[in-house]
């Protein structure tokens, strides 16, 4: 929890910058400025000012006033004089709010940043043959690295076909295999019998179509990549900030 003084120079400090580069810092600073207007009006006690006015008059006059920063106008000015509260103050914090939203937000340009590679730490990015993803390349055998697996017991199961296999931007035979596997368990497909319970058959059957579907689909985007195949570079491994 900031301070009053710290919310002052957190806002002040934004305005010499002369610029945000997110939405979300802008809003911060907005919320300074409306949170320091708020704590300084209600912590004002006009009661306490010796005024010429009737507590009914003050209880008007202070529901006059706006609990927004940003539509303090005139008008609010020459009740908060009425009432003795900080005019001054309440001034200084509207310049300062509005100096504040006048500010552009600047995307920041982001810049690379230089990465230290061990002797066996991947230094580039392949694509799978197989699931298509992105995965580091080993630098020992160029082969993509293990992935497509889950842990349970602290132990792999499973995973992805192309794992330990060239990438996709350096050879094709592991894709072309896989075509082929996908095209016999097309074929191997095979209607579902009906059992005589309407809601499980339809469920079999719409299994089965939506099975024969994808699998056509998954063809089709693996024969297509395989037609514009051409040796590619390696992506490298960047981190930016």
Same mark, same amino acid.
């Given at each position: 929890m900031l301070t009053t003084e710290q919310k002052y120079i957190k806002v002040n400090q934004a305005i010499e910058a002369g610029e945000f580069y997110t939405k979300t810092s802008k809003k911060e600073m907005t919320e300074h400025t409306q949170r320091l207007y708020y704590d300084l009006v209600s912590q004002s006690n006009p009661y306490n000012n010796s005024l010429p006015l009737s507590k009914e008059e003050i209880r008007e006059l202070k529901f006059e006033l706006t609990h927004d920063l940003r539509f303090v106008k005139e008008k609010h000015y020459k009740i908060l004089a009425q009432l003795k509260m900080p005019v001054e103050k309440v001034a200084e914090l509207k310049s300062l709010d509005d100096k504040i939203?006048?500010?552009?937000?600047? @995307?920041? =340009?982001?810049?690379?940043?230089?990465?230290?590679? %061990?002797? !066996?730490?991947?230094?580039? *990015?392949?694509?799978?043959?197989?699931?298509?993803c992105m995965h580091k390349v080993s630098k020992e055998d160029g082969t993509i690295a293990k992935h497509g697996y889950t842990v349970a017991w602290n132990s792999f199961n499973g995973e992805c076909q192309g794992s330990h296999?060239?990438?996709?931007?350096?050879?094709?035979?592991?894709?072309?295999?896989?075509?082929?596997?996908?095209?016999?368990?097309?074929?191997?497909?095979?209607?579902?019998?009906?059992?005589?319970?309407?809601? @499980?058959? =339809?469920?079999?059957?719409?299994?089965?179509?939506? %099975?024969? !579907?994808?699998?056509?689909? *998954?063809?089709?985007?693996h024969c297509k990549l395989m037609n514009e195949w051409k040796v590619k570079p390696l992506k490298p491994i960047e981190k930016w900030a």
């Open positions: 939203r006048s500010m552009p937000v600047v @995307k920041k =340009e982001k810049q690379k940043v230089e990465i230290k590679f %061990t002797e !066996r730490q991947a230094t580039h *990015l392949g694509t799978c043959q197989v699931c298509g296999h060239l990438p996709f931007e350096q050879d094709k035979k592991v894709k072309k295999t896989y075509i082929l596997e996908l095209d016999d368990h097309l074929e191997g497909l095979e209607v579902p019998e009906t059992t005589g319970n309407l809601r @499980k058959d =339809e469920i079999a059957v719409w299994n089965y179509e939506s %099975t024969k !579907r994808h699998l056509a689909r *998954l063809i089709e985007w």
